[in-house]
T-cell receptor, first 116, second 113 residues
Framework: GAVVSQHPSRVICKSGTSVKIECRSLDFQATTMFWYRQFPKQSLMLMATSNEGSKATYEQGVEKDKFLINHASLTLSTLTVTSAHPEDSSFYIC????????????FGSGTRLTVV | KQEVTQIPAALSVPEGENLVLNCSFTDSAIYNLQWFRQDPGKGLTSLLLIQSSQREQTSGRLNASLDKSSGRSTLYIAASQPGDSATYLCAAPPGGSQGNLIFGKGTKLSVKP
């Protein structure tokens, strides 16, 4: 139990295009989802917190107009990288806290984005 | 502000050896602390979750301890195997909240056959 399904796992796109990444909680309701970015050989850095039915909260230095987050239901949050550039190439991963106290935080399998 | 530090950054051991990974955190008012494993290019797999009221958790060959007063946690791996090779991440939420996790930079473990 407590699975977050993330798609796609890999995507290569041309510079200037947009890419949407989806995260679905499969067997629990995720009121809040966290979006992280991980550059090579570095740890995960929080980009934004998405809350179902309200606007996302972005960390300092993260452009909200470039990284659009939508959390339209209790089981789905999406991150859209708009007008992607090569410097946006990174590993993006979502996470949710699982209610009940047994699992803690569960993570999606990540999306490797390469912008060419 | 919560900061999480992990040492060592990398560790190489022969198969069969017992080992300890260290994690320290600055804000001890945490609700819980979690250890993860990350394989190259992959997502995170949760290994152990320790609630603030607990001192340790065990799962198979893994044992994690938590000492809030000193701001430390350790992950003990018994009888290491080559399949244990991965990056191990320690993470805790900000003190007094159950918000996002703050991650250490990880310990890259290599277990040699």
């Amino acid at each position: 139990g407590a699975v977050v399904s993330q798609h796609p796992s890999r995507v290569i796109c041309k510079s200037g295009t947009s890419v949407k990444i989806e995260c679905r909680s499969l067997d629990f309701q995720a009121t809040t989802m966290f979006w992280y970015r991980q550059f090579p050989k570095q740890s995960l850095m929080l980009m934004a917190t998405s809350n179902e039915g309200s606007k996302a909260t972005y960390e300092q230095g993260v452009e909200k107009d470039k990284f659009l987050i939508n959390h339209a239901s209790l089981t789905l949050s999406t991150l859209t990288v708009t007008s992607a550039h090569p410097e946006d190439s990174s590993f993006y991963i979502c996470s949710a806290f699982v209610p009940g106290g047994s699992y803690g935080y569960t993570f999606g399998s990540g999306t490797r984005l390469t912008v060419v | 502000k919560q900061e999480v530090t992990q040492i060592p950054a990398a560790l190489s051991v022969p198969e069969g050896e017992n080992l300890v990974l260290n994690c320290s955190f600055t804000d001890s008012a945490i609700y819980n602390l979690q250890w993860f494993r990350q394989d190259p290019g992959k997502g995170l797999t949760s290994l152990l979750l320790i609630q603030s009221s607990q001192r340790e958790q065990t799962s198979g060959r893994l044992n994690a301890s938590l000492d809030k007063s000193s701001g430390r946690s350790t992950l003990y791996i018994a009888a290491s195997q080559p399949g244990d090779s991965a990056t191990y991440l320690c993470a805790a939420p900000p003190g007094g909240s159950q918000g996002n996790l703050i991650f250490g930079k990880g310990t890259k473990l290599s277990v040699k056959p």
